[in-house]
């Protein structure tokens, strides 16, 4: 790609608040740079999370989401939604933010729906706040899929559609659900 043309990829919306970068992004043991694709929401004026629901929505084969919090109802919709449309559908998050009333109702609804969940059995946190969508997309930044992170707090949003960084996302994700000794089944 010739850097010229990058002052032509670069499109503004919404204020200012969200663009589209092309950037280049080295990956793993790859020859040389590759390019990712990277749309950046900030809540609350973008409503991060609306976006992050439309890459939920086009899934065509799994979504993994690792979460610290998830108790908002547009989630927890839209990933019944991908399971019942036969997407592998499966969710990480930590032990501690069982005790969030909302966190459990978002949980049970999921498990309700065949959607496998796990949490944390080490000490530390499972603070993640990414997912991971058909080799293709990978999500993450400061922002929990809740409704205050989605309308009230200050948060970042970053999609990246990028082939090899999504599949170095999976490879981690699967490592974390595969590792008995530091994460279990929620029943």
């Known amino acids: 790609m010739r850097w010229s043309l990058l002052p032509q990829l670069w499109k503004p919306f919404n204020r200012g608040l969200f663009c589209v970068l092309v950037i280049p992004v080295l990956v793993g043991a790859s020859p040389g740079p590759t390019i990712a694709a990277v749309e950046v929401w900030y809540g609350p004026d973008d409503r991060p999370l609306e976006h992050l629901v439309q890459t939920y929505d086009r899934a065509k084969r799994y ?44 949980l049970s609804a999921l498990r309700e729906a065949g959607i496998p969940i796990k949490i944390n059995r080490h000490d530390g946190l499972m603070h993640l706040k990414q997912t991971v969508i058909d080799d293709e997309v990978n999500t993450n930044g400061s922002m929990n899929q809740t409704t205050s992170g989605n309308r009230y707090n200050d948060e970042r949003l970053d999609i990246i559609r990028d082939h090899a960084m999504t599949v170095k996302a999976r490879e981690r994700f699967l490592l974390l659900w595969k590792d008995q000794e530091r994460f279990q089944e929620w029943k």
Do not use: C, H, M, W
Not at 77 to 99: H, P, Y
């Open 63 to 106: 979504i993994f989401v690792a979460a610290y919090g998830l108790t908002s109802p547009l989630s927890v919709k839209a990933l019944v939604g991908a399971k019942k449309r036969g997407v592998d559908v499966r969710v990480l998050t930590d032990r501690e933010r069982l005790n969030d009333p909302k966190q459990q109702t978002a």
